[in-house]
């Protein structure tokens, strides 16, 4: 990958980091160790920061911060990663798991959609509905309020309803003429109807409002259903990341 390729993709990454914060965070020699109670692998995950940043050192002290913390130590490998980083994870024991793509897509035909409502916060009945949906457990909700409680950038917090009740939701972080696409979701019994669809245009138009020129998401690449309904919107595969996790962790 060229430097300018890793300069935006740092560019993407610092967004993220921001966009959907843990807890907690600890710098250690151009890497983020994030906690965030155990509540999604973003956040509680080793991330590379530099891309010059070397990996030595950084698996014995990850394993001793997570061990303190009574956490697995979960490594997200970018292409901030040097190259070696993923082969000691691999011979280490620590096994392969969940392959993701970041993907990207212009904001210029964004419109908006009358079914879908967006506030600039996050109102009790939006992150009610969403931990719903979202199927989560009591301690997880704690955690999830908690996380975007602590979102320090515009927002955009959109609900979907169908005959008065509110069936979707999805959240949207503005920074730097991006606009980043997090917890989109639509109530189990609700889901393959294109609600998915309304609530991500509806999001890329407040995006394009404020004056962003484009958006970026994170979808697994075992997920074919929302990778095509990203590919239908405009959206391009940028890069790929994957997580590097304990052998009994997988």
């Known amino acids: 990958m060229t430097r300018l390729d890793l300069i935006t993709v740092r560019a993407l990454e610092e967004r993220s980091f921001n966009a959907w914060p843990a807890l907690q965070t600890v710098l250690f020699n151009g890497w983020l160790f994030r906690l965030a109670g155990g509540y999604t ?18 698996r014995d002290a990850a394993e001793a911060f997570y061990k303190r913390h009574r956490a697995p130590a979960v490594f997200r490998v970018s292409p901030l990663a040097p190259p070696g980083a993923d082969e000691e994870l691999a011979d280490a024991g620590y096994a392969f798991f969940d392959p993701t793509q970041v ?32 199927g989560v457990t009591s301690l997880q909700d704690e955690l999830h309020r908690a996380m975007v409680r602590s979102i320090a950038l515009p927002s955009a917090f959109a609900t979907l309803h169908e005959q008065g009740e509110a069936i979707g939701f999805g959240l949207a972080v503005l920074e730097r003429g991006a606009v980043g696409f997090y917890d989109i979701v639509v109530s189990p019994r609700r889901r393959r109807s294109g609600h998915g669809r309304a609530l991500t245009q509806a ?8 004056c962003a020129t484009s958006a970026y998401l994170q979808v697994r690449e075992q997920n074919d259903a929302a990778r095509r309904l990203y590919g239908d919107l405009g959206f391009e595969d940028l890069y790929r990341y994957h997580y590097r996790v304990p052998g009994d962790e997988s």
């Open 103 to 134: 993907a990207t897509a212009s904001l210029a035909t964004a419109a908006p959609h009358p079914s879908v409502s967006i506030s600039s916060a996050a109102s009790p009945a939006w992150l009610e509905g969403i931990t719903a949906a979202n």
């Open 203 to 210: 999001l890329m138009h407040w995006g394009r409002e404020a």
């Open 41 to 58: 692998k973003r956040a509680n995950s080793v991330n590379a920061t530099d891309p010059a940043a070397s990996f030595a050192g950084v």
